[in-house]
């Protein structure tokens, strides 16, 4: 679990707040994820960065805003969420490489996430 | 559409007894799939990737197979721990480049002292 690391692991805000969500991974990978994880439903696949290009933008709102200053560090702001964004938001890494599909996504424990 | 699906969505089994988790999918191309374990309040980690040409692994006390006519995937568990309560995710990569995965909704096991 040390590999990828999220802070906090707990947030709780208003909708009228602003945010922001860290992930920074040690394992020398080149891509990295974001996703949200609601109850009984799959994890939904938010944003790819790939060599810090973001490769994967999934429909997501304006309200979440994603950086990626280095292939280590991943960011999510977020501002005047809504009650229903209240999830689990995990990152993932994996030592991406284009054309192969068996790279395994390594988690982090991910942020609870609550909007009042 | 690339789908997979996961049964039974939640299951309750007593310690020492063994389990079988099924997940369906219908993503084309086909390459790999994996069954991830997340324990509360963690990320989920990954048991085992099944690639096109394997049939049955085994890790430990996790035994996964793969049908690929049928696109079936099964993960059984033999002797179950206690700690073997989490949720088991089945993923397929689906997209170019591998970026985009599809996601189970995953099931939910509990184990009984």
């Known amino acids: 679990e040390t590999g990828v690391t999220q802070t906090p692991r707990h947030l709780v805000m208003g909708m009228t707040n602003k945010k922001s969500l860290k992930c920074e991974q040690h394992?020398?990978?080149?891509?990295m994820y974001w996703y949200k994880q609601s109850a009984k439903k799959p994890l939904e696949l938010m944003f790819v960065y790939s060599l810090e290009e973001r490769v994967e933008n999934n429909s997501v709102p304006s309200r979440f805003s994603p950086e990626c200053p280095n292939s280590s560090h991943l960011f999510l702001h977020l501002h005047t969420l809504q009650p229903e964004d209240s999830a689990l938001y995990l990152c993932a890494s994996s030592p991406q490489r284009i054309g192969t599909g068996a790279n395994e996504q390594f988690f982090g424990p991910g942020t609870r996430l609550t909007v009042l | 559409k690339n789908q997979v699906e996961q049964s039974p969505q939640s299951l309750i089994i007593l310690e020492g007894k063994n389990c079988t988790l099924q997940?369906?999918?219908?993503?084309?191309?086909?390459?790999?799939l994996r069954w991830y374990k997340q324990d509360t309040g963690r990320g989920p980690v990954s048991l085992t990737i099944?690639?096109?040409?394997?049939n049955t692994k085994s890790n430990g006390r996790y035994t996964a197979t793969l049908d690929a006519d049928t696109k079936q995937s099964s993960l059984h568990i033999t002797a179950s721990q206690l700690s073997d309560s989490a949720s088991y995710i089945c993923v397929v990569p689906g997209g170019r480049g591998g970026f985009k995965t599809i996601f189970g909704a995953g099931t939910r096991l509990f184990v009984k002292a």
């Open positions: 997940c369906n999918y219908t993503v084309s191309p086909f390459s790999n």
């Open positions: 394992l020398g990978h080149n891509a």
């Open positions: 099944m690639t096109f040409s394997e």
